[in-house]
């Protein structure tokens, strides 16, 4: 891999574009990397935390039934919609100052959520807090790329940053079952406080300044078409499941993102200071992982998001017990990030990780597709989430690296709010469609039953479930194929070495 995201392989570079080098390491980049990896956890948190609080939320507020996905996806638009400007923001700006604002702000926003009176405050507060999640997420890996060059280290800081996604998820389940429960709904707003501003205060003290890209602008057109566009694809995405895709809004909204992301592409050929490089993903290396990142999250969403119904609808468990029988598959993700991605990255080829990681993750996915109403947690569900986390931590995580290698550091937060967008994307076109798949899948067998009872509604969910299943495997053999073919190239050191040989 080249040093820049915009010239190709063996391309001479531009005299006006000299090869930036790297600074020595920072004695204290381990520190950084504690808190940068907690204001990741601050964000996560909040992608699950809130989910279990909706309930109560909406007595307490008088939310109807129609209005309350609002508070899902006022912050799922926000973030989906301005993550690419949120990117380009850190890089003009510098990384360190966008980092601190996007704290301060995300800390802002949810003291504002936890005293709301009244549901529109709420879906403000959720609104700005991805528009800040937007800046932030970037600012967080782009300082991450940048602290840690030296591909060892940074396997190991990737691995502790992607354990952290893993951990985040399922923790923010088990906070938002106690917080609920033992206090109220408002804490799992509040409780995003203290921690944004201990990151900050530790954030001060210990990021390096870091260099502002001074010679870049802000394409505005590019930034009107892109967030236009991605917030027009997440809202289609998720009126889907209420509305059905053949609704006019769902259909309207996806037409009209596609029309903008269109056009969007189209003015970053010719801007002389473009939102997104696009050499950042014309990278053939790069296009393949930023695709396993999209691709691998809509397996994750499917997991979480059929096993927490499966655990409490099925098997009668708790807010809090599902939470923490989720924990299996989180330790499992963090060991595939740390021990198996961590130490292989650095040394091979990186498909040769995220295979197999892809093939261990359609395993497990294929041994929940054998589960029924009466299966056994230990016996059906366990192994099979172990073998996703294992499989999709180690994969994930390879795949990241890959994604944000070799990348000016220009250029870090582009790159970093591509992975973050792609993730975004294949999250909320993972939710949208498995629903989709499993509810109609289940109304059908549910129609065609004998039988209207509670066992047959179990057995009618369970099959939809599995329908939906066999299509997240189906979809993770394919894009362990086409990882096999996009994602070549060597091990991150061999290619330093030869990087530093021309």
Sequence with gaps: MTGSSAVSPGAPRAPEQPRETAAAPDPRRWWALAVIATAQLTVLLDGTIVNIALPSAQRDLGMSDGNRQWVITAYTLALGGLLLLGGRVVDIFGRKRAFVTGLLGFAAASALGGAATAPGVLFTARACQGAFAALLTPSALSLLITTFTEPKERGRAFGVYGSISGIGSAAGLIAGGLLTEYLNWRWCMFVNVPIALGAVAAALWILPAGARGTALRLDVPGAVLGCGGLTAVAYGF?????????????????????????????????????????????????????????????????????MTYYLQGVLGYSAVAAGVAFLPLTAAMTIGVTQIAARLAPHTAPRRVIVPGLLSAALGMLLLTRIGTDSGYVSHVLPAMVLFGLGLGSAGMTAMVAATGGVLPRDSGAASAMVTTSQQIGGSLGTAVLNTVAASAAARQLAHSSRTDALARAESTVHGFTVALWGV???????AAAAALLIDGPAPQRAERRDAVD
């Design 473 to 479: 495997v189906g979809l993770l053999l394919l894009t």
């Design 238 to 306: 998720s009126e889907a499941e209420p509305r059905g895709w053949h609704s006019r809004a769902v259909l309207g909204a996806l037409a009209l993102g596609a029309v903008l992301l269109v056009l969007f592409v189209f003015r970053q050929t010719r801007a002389r200071h473009p939102l997104l490089p696009l050499g950042i993903v014309r990278d053939r290396r790069r296009a393949g992982a930023l695709l396993v990142t999209g691709l691998g999250q809509i397996g994750m969403f499917g997991l979480l998001l059929f």
